[in-house]
């Protein structure tokens, strides 16, 4: 064991080398446990950041890699990923957030596990347009995630498709795919690998190719190469073995058609259908997939289940380049003449000149540095390790200072240790490609100089580390060193200013700037950097006019100005005289009349464009005052019966002291902020009336009145009608609130003479059978039903008058 930790220190090769074993599960049952416990406890375990090809994703362990994005009932457990259980209507995905380059095309081969149900519904392996931000998976069901239905639209800018069906619905055209096997696309086509195209939406995905893997036929394959997609039905396990029964490993490659458009496609698969003969075949052999590819791809997998069930699993994916044999190895040449001090990180670049990337679309993705040629030789030749750009290689501590890659092209900086001023530093350097292409290593030598003395930058002549500037002004930025200096860059927000190259510059835009100059001795310094400001100013807002509560008292205007921030800004008033008043000064006002109003950041000297506002004071105090009357007639009540719940109050403003606002509350639970609004009850009741009125935020009155509320209904009859008159021909009493109505009439003697319901009817016109009865005193009835329900009787005499 303490030969096994020796190697884990001493050697970086030999740490990954045992890591890799521990996610592949290489090693022996004690060495696993033992050092695997201390590899994990003792590192981080998201060392490798992905850079490219190869993607090696083994999902053996209970974590994730940060570019693998989970979703649905998708898990990582039990050493696969799980993309659903044996449970009905579940689906899941995965899918690597990588964009990897569609140049050289993609092989991806993977492990996958459809067991333990009742035979559905299956997963797919999709590829997809690798500059795609927003991902969402397409529909479930027969659609494996990837094709859309009639409610739910395709994966997004989706590529390809490659599903292995259980259940048969891929391979149709239910649920609105387009197409499936020829002269069969309704039917269902259980133990099918097919192909669908690129899509988008509800557009697209369209079947391309498709094979059935457990019967005969044109789309068939013979019977000693016959199997199914799942490996068992219920209550079955998981086959790891690929020497037992029910193994399946899928192979799939999109190859270049060298200048042509699109790829040819092949599928192949590793299964085993009877215990220790496993076998490989060709699915789909040189198919022509003429879709023209964007630049990058991303791959993921889905899965779904329906009435019927599956557990559907993946493990140890490998994303790899196809076309393996035109890929050539960058190539790196010697570095030297580069200069560095002590005291500080220095930070440098290889020169393009100093470096070839051979392959189409290739960039650097990782720079390793070793302490000698023979290590660079000794590189782990794993290609699941090859695609990783881990810490433990882009940092290299010598005696004499540490190179580390800084993981942005061929930049990389080294930190001399003191006492090596005057020395030579050598280390060895590799470049990656993003094909996980390594070139050969190459030395990088780097002269110290002695540690310079700090450069600083002035503002505006000024040591200062930032500045708030006015509108328009512009801010001279200088280089303040006690060094010689033979070259000047300015940067600002990180990004080089082209064209800068002075020991001062002036600036007008706001940012974070720094100069990096080299001195006369050739050492590069960095200032620290500086932030030049040009704040905001706030949009002043203030009322036209100011009014103050009582002729002795002056208002504060501040409280007048929309958000008012006093931390913030600096406010500055001016009164017709020209005297000026800064913030709290404003208090010492004493006369109303015109004023203008600024506002300025408190950092700035500046003044924002006045604004004009006059202040009234008025003869008189604040004093609420109100009444009311009844909207139709102007009287205070209508009739002896008082207000009506149904009549229309107007409250009328009395107040004093010129109010600028009003608010009304009626005492059931109804506001007003009109000065003279009009009110209605709908219910009996006492109610107390409230009137606040306002000239300021710290000026107010309030008032208040009683109303009584007495009735919902009014019934008015009149003591006699003439109907010779035309203003008074028909008897009928005057009504409010009423919603059904029984009249009836009778002479001195109870006969009955007259009857209506009719609310809205003209009531009687004195007479009976159409014969005028004669002059005198008769009798009425009213039987009343109001519009809350009410029963109201109401009788009397009244006159008929000829």
Known sequence: MEEVLMYINKSSVGYRTLFFFCKRGLLS????????????????????????????????????????????????????????????????????????????????????????????????????????????????????????????????????????????????????????????????????????????????????????????????????????????????????????????????????????????????????????????????????????????LKIGFAASTGGETNIHEIRNLLVEVADEDNLKKPTTSVVEGFLVC???????????????????????????????????????????????CSDDETRLALKEGVFRYSGDGSKFSFIPNPGFAGEEVQAYFTITDNYGKSSEGSPVVLKVLDKPEPISIMINDLLLVNMDACPGESVNLSVHSLEEIQQYEWYKDGERLQNFSESSITVYSPGVYHASVITHEGCPLVSESIAIAYPTFPDLE??????????????????????????????????????????????????????????????????????????????????AMADYVLNATGNKEEAEDGILST???????????????????????NTSSQRSPVHVYNEKGEFIVSLTVETGPDCAATYQLPISIRRTYRVMFPTGFTPSREEDNFFMPKMKGIAAMDLKIFNTWGEFVFQTTAINGPGWDGTINGKPLPPGTYVYRGDFETNKGELVTRSGKFLLIR
């Open 342 to 388: 002590e005291g500080q990180e220095n930070h440098l670049e290889i020169p393009k000149e100093q470096y070839n990337l051979p392959n189409q679309d290739s960039r650097i993705s990782c720079m390793r540095f070793y302490e000698s040629l023979e290590q660079t030789e000794e590189m782990e030749k794993d290609p699941c390790l090859s695609g990783t």
């Open 542 to 623: 203030v009322p036209n006019s100011l009014f103050g509560c009582h002729p002795e008292i002056f208002p504060d205007p501040r409280k007048y100005i929309t958000d008012y921030d006093a931390e913030l800004y600096d406010y500055q008033f001016e009164d017709e005289s020209g005297a000026l008043f800064l913030n709290e000064e404003v208090l010492d006002l004493t006369d109303d009349g015109l004023y203008l109003i600024r506002v300025k950041p408190k950092s700035l000297e500046c003044w924002s464009e006045p604004l004009t506002f006059r202040l009234r004071l008025p003869e008189e105090a604040l004093e």
């Open 29 to 296: 049952t004690v060495y696993k446990v033992l050092v695997c416990f201390l590899i994990f406890l003792t590192f981080p375990q998201d060392l490798f950041s992905q850079q490219g090809f190869p993607y090696c994703e083994s999902f053996q362990q209970a974590i994730e890699r940060k570019e693998t994005v989970l979703g649905g009932h998708a898990k990582i457990s039990d050493g696969v990923l799980r993309l659903t259980d044996a449970v009905g209507d579940q689906s899941g995905y995965v899918y690597i957030d990588i964009p990897f380059s569609s140049s050289f095309g993609v092989k991806a081969s993977f492990e996958y596990f459809s067991y333990g149900g009742t035979g559905a519904d299956g997963l797919t392996v999709f590829l997809f347009d690798g500059s795609t931000t927003s991902f969402s998976p397409g529909a479930f069901g027969g659609s494996l995630g990837y094709a859309m239905n009639a409610k739910v639209g395709g994966l997004t800018n989706a590529y390809m498709g490659v599903g292995f069906d259980s259940f048969g619905n891929f391979g149709n055209n239910s649920e609105g795919k387009t197409g499936g096997f020829p002269q069969e696309e309704s039917k269902l086509h259980p133990n099918a690998i097919v192909i669908r195209g690129p899509g988008k939406g509800f557009n697209g995905y369209h079947y391309i190719t498709g094979v059935k893997t457990n019967e005969g036929g044109a789309y068939g394959l013979p019977e000693d190469q016959r199997f199914p997609i799942s490996s068992g039905g219920p209550n079955t396990r998981r086959v790891t073995d690929p020497d037992k029964n029910g193994y399946r490993k899928v192979i799939i490659k999109l190859r270049p058609k060298n200048g042509g458009t699109g790829f040819y496609l092949d599928v192949e698969m590793i299964f085993t259908s009877s215990d220790g003969n496993p076998r490989q075949i060709t699915l789909i052999d040189n198919k022509d997939y003429p879709y023209p590819s964007p630049k990058t």
């Open 647 to 669: 009549d229309q109050i107007r409250f009328i403003d009395h107040s004093k002291g010129n109010p600028q606002k009003w608010n009304w509350d009626f005492g059931d639970g």
